[in-house]
């Protein structure tokens, strides 16, 4: 017996751009967990193609996975996945605040107009600088951090939505990795969400790298409260370019 698919149609608006004309992978990936189920577990997302931008898409749910398709093309795929995401140590506000002199973007940046991590204006990206962490002197860990102050203009009726956090856990890990200039392509996000954002809320976004092979590029994610408790952690998969 084939299992009937649930469809809606999803638009992308303009404003959650990556690089120019593409949807955020951390938006979609966001969206897609919280179609797939509603922020209640792990949830991995594989972007397989660009999204674009302003288009009537389709968002299929079957089974116990959510894909989004342009006509017959397959776009992403979101999958649940029995695994708790191991986030990187926490970093006080203070310090991740400090961090964001360092962000490698001020001094080229592949993507500026990037909803998340671009040089966009207040209100209307997330602007979300991770630089390097460093404390005492001593850089820690190889993590990078940011500070974040939530925009109430990214809230609905039902507060931040999960394509929010999404595009907060997104660039941070790759900016783990990258210099100024440097960019790669997101492959792969798996989120999991522990606690509400707060539109106005204050909150530290620490991102770590965690390896490489070949040209896949690993690292993690998490946003943290101010007093140290998970809000949500990702690990994610980028491609750098041949």
Same mark, same amino acid.
């Given at each position: 017996?084939?299992?009937?698919?649930?469809?809606?149609?999803?638009?992308?608006?303009?404003?959650?751009?990556?690089?120019?004309?593409?949807?955020?992978?951390?938006?979609?990936?966001?969206?897609?967990?919280?179609?797939?189920?509603?922020k209640?577990s792990?949830?991995?997302?594989?972007?397989?193609?660009?999204?674009?931008?302003?288009?009537?898409?389709?968002?299929?749910h079957?089974?116990?996975?959510?894909?989004?398709?342009?006509?017959d093309?397959?776009?992403?795929?979101?999958?649940?996945?029995?695994?708790?995401?191991?986030?990187?140590?926490?970093?006080?506000?203070?310090?991740?605040a400090?961090?964001?002199? =360092?962000?490698?973007?001020?001094? $080229?940046? @592949?993507?500026?107009?990037?909803? *998340?991590? +671009?040089? &966009?204006e %207040?209100?209307?990206?997330l602007r979300?600088?991770? =630089?390097?962490v460093?404390r005492? $002197?001593? @850089?820690?860990?190889?993590?990078? *951090?940011? +500070?974040? &102050?939530? %925009?109430?203009a990214?809230?609905?009726?039902?507060g931040v939505p999960?394509?929010?956090? $999404?595009a907060?856990l997104?660039?941070?890990?790759?900016?783990?990795?990258?210099? %100024?200039?440097?960019?790669?392509?997101l492959g792969?996000l798996?989120?999991?969400?522990?606690?509400?954002v707060?539109?106005?809320?204050?909150y530290?976004?620490?991102?770590?790298?965690?390896?490489?092979?070949?040209?896949?590029?690993?690292?993690k994610?998490?946003?943290?409260?101010?007093?140290?408790?998970?809000?949500a952690?990702?690990?994610?998969?980028w491609?750098?370019?041949?």
């Amino acid at each position: 017996m084939t299992t009937a698919a649930l469809q809606t149609v999803l638009t992308v608006p303009e404003r959650f751009r990556g690089p120019v004309g593409v949807a955020n992978g951390g938006w979609l990936a966001g969206t897609l967990a919280d179609a797939l189920n509603g922020k209640r577990s792990a949830v991995e997302v594989t972007l397989h193609a660009p999204t674009p931008l302003e288009s009537e898409l389709r968002l299929e749910h079957v089974a116990n996975t959510v894909a989004l398709y342009d006509g017959d093309k397959l776009l992403v795929e979101a999958i649940p996945v029995a695994e708790e995401l191991t986030p990187p140590p926490f970093v006080t506000f203070t310090d991740a605040a400090r961090a964001e002199a =360092g962000f490698a973007g001020h001094h $080229g940046h @592949s993507f500026p107009e990037c909803f *998340a991590c +671009g040089l &966009r204006e %207040p209100g209307d990206g997330l602007r979300i600088f991770p =630089g390097p962490v460093n404390r005492d $002197g001593d @850089s820690d860990g190889g993590l990078v *951090a940011a +500070g974040w &102050r939530v %925009p109430f203009a990214v809230a609905d009726e039902d507060g931040v939505p999960a394509s929010i956090v $999404g595009a907060a856990l997104d660039c941070v890990t790759g900016w783990a990795h990258f210099g %100024p200039g440097e960019s790669a392509l997101l492959g792969r996000l798996a989120l999991e969400f522990h606690r509400e954002v707060i539109p106005g809320g204050v909150y530290s976004i620490v991102g770590q790298a965690t390896g490489r092979e070949g040209r896949k590029l690993f690292s993690k994610s998490a946003v943290y409260e101010v007093d140290g408790s998970l809000v949500a952690a990702a690990r994610a998969t980028w491609i750098a370019p041949r």
